[in-house]
């Protein structure tokens, strides 16, 4: 069946714009999970959502970052006022729980390359 | 200093070698531990899911967690050049089971 997928694949924009990145999870799955990777490091966890809710969004680096999922289903990551040292990788996944079961692996999209110049 | 620490690499070795891949961390709270791999351009993949101590295999691989060291490992066994990717530790606490903590990966290269 089909995997996360991410909309778009690369996105390069000038320092001070406004930008949205677009996330499709699995279909059925409650969960959902936003992280971001720096060139050379491990994703560093985002936000994360059941359902239409965002349960945790402590890992948002500041007022700056936003992510809304009003239908349960897909999810934007929003990204205001863009800085140099936004440009990574940033990943979406989706469960069909949360939880410590084996039902909680997380399946990652490709990622969305966010390049800001 | 980071939650969890892994070796860069990167590693290169011979086709059917033993690749040995390995994670410290400092967080004692840390109860679920997994093994995920990303290939160039793609998104991580789960390989390996422990929880809390000891050993689990599947196929060719091994994850290995030692609690009261706070360092786990991975081993793939007859290596194969499809085993090329990054490999990245990741682990997470009875509370907060979603965050996934990741170590920085690990890049292998198996040679033909």
């Known amino acids: 069946g089909a995997g996360v997928s991410q909309t778009p694949s690369n996105k390069v924009t000038e320092k001070g714009k406004y930008v949205e990145l677009r996330c499709d999870p699995i279909?059925?799955?409650?969960?959902l999970y936003w992280y971001r990777q720096s060139l050379g490091q491990g994703p560093e966890f985002l936000i994360y959502?059941?359902?239409?809710?965002?349960?945790?969004d402590s890992g948002l680096p500041n007022d700056r970052f936003f992510a809304v999922r009003p239908e349960g289903s897909v999810s934007t990551l929003k990204i205001q006022r863009t800085e140099r040292g936004d440009s990574a990788v940033y990943l979406c996944?989706?469960?069909?729980?949360?939880?410590?079961?084996?039902?909680?692996?997380?399946?990652f999209g490709p990622g969305t390359r966010l390049t800001v110049t | 200093q980071k939650e969890v620490e892994q070796d860069p690499g990167p590693l290169s070795v011979p086709e059917g070698a033993i690749v040995s891949l390995n994670c410290t961390y400092s967080?004692?709270?840390?109860?679920?531990f997994m093994w995920y791999r990303q290939y160039s351009r793609k998104g991580p993949e789960l390989l390996m899911y422990?929880?809390?101590?000891g050993n689990k295999e599947d196929g060719r691989f091994t994850a290995q967690v030692d609690k009261s060291s706070k360092y786990i490992s991975l081993f793939i066994r007859d290596s194969q050049p499809s085993d090329s990717a990054t490999y990245l530790c990741?682990?997470?606490?009875?509370?907060?089971?979603?965050?996934?903590?990741f170590g920085a990966g690990t890049t292998v290269t198996v040679r033909a």
């Open positions: 279909s059925g799955h409650t969960a």
């Open positions: 959502f059941q359902g239409t809710g965002a349960a945790d």
């Open positions: 990741a682990m997470s606490t009875l509370l907060h089971d979603y965050k996934l903590s």
């Open positions: 996944a989706s469960s069909l729980n949360p939880g410590g079961s084996p039902s909680y692996e997380q399946y």
């Open positions: 967080n004692s709270a840390f109860q679920y």
């Open positions: 422990t929880y809390s101590s």
